[in-house]
C-alpha cells in the first residue's frame, strides 16, 4: 500500500476470496448479534453503543495482514479508532437529547460525530 490517502485497488478487489467475504459477513453479524442480546438484557441505549464498533474490522485487518503489509492493517486500524469514537459521541448524544426533540437529536449527533471524526482523524495523521 501506498501512501496514506484511501483509494480503491480493483486487484485487491478481485483476489479476495468467498471464503475471505463469509468471515467478513460473518464477523459483523456475530458483533451485530451480541449488540442485539447486549440491548434486549441491558436497554437499547447500549446495545446501540455497541453498534458504534466497527464489525467488519477484525476480519479485514485479519485479512489486510494476510494480502498486505502489517503496516497497512496498522494504519487501518488507527483510522478506524476516530471513527469510532466519533460514532459513540453520536449514540451519546441522541440518548442525552431526548425523543421529544428527535429532529434536533439527529441534527446535533450527526453534527459531533462529523467534528470529532474529522479531528481525531486529523490528529492522528499529525502524529505520524
Known sequence: MTG???HFDS?????????EYLLRFGFG???SVVAFYVGHRFGPELG???LAFPALLPASLTLEDEH???SAAVMHARGAVPGAIGLSLFALV????????LAFALGAATLVWLVSSV???RVTL???
Open 29 to 31: 453479524g456475530a458483533i
Open 68 to 70: 498486505e503489509a502489517r
Open 119 to 121: 479531528a481525531l482523524w
Open 4 to 6: 496514506s490517502s484511501p
Open 126 to 128: 499529525a502524529s505520524r
Open 48 to 50: 446501540g453503543l455497541l
Open 94 to 101: 441522541v440518548v442525552w437529547v431526548t425523543a421529544e426533540h
Open 11 to 19: 486487484d485487491s478487489f478481485l483476489q479476495t476470496t468467498i471464503g
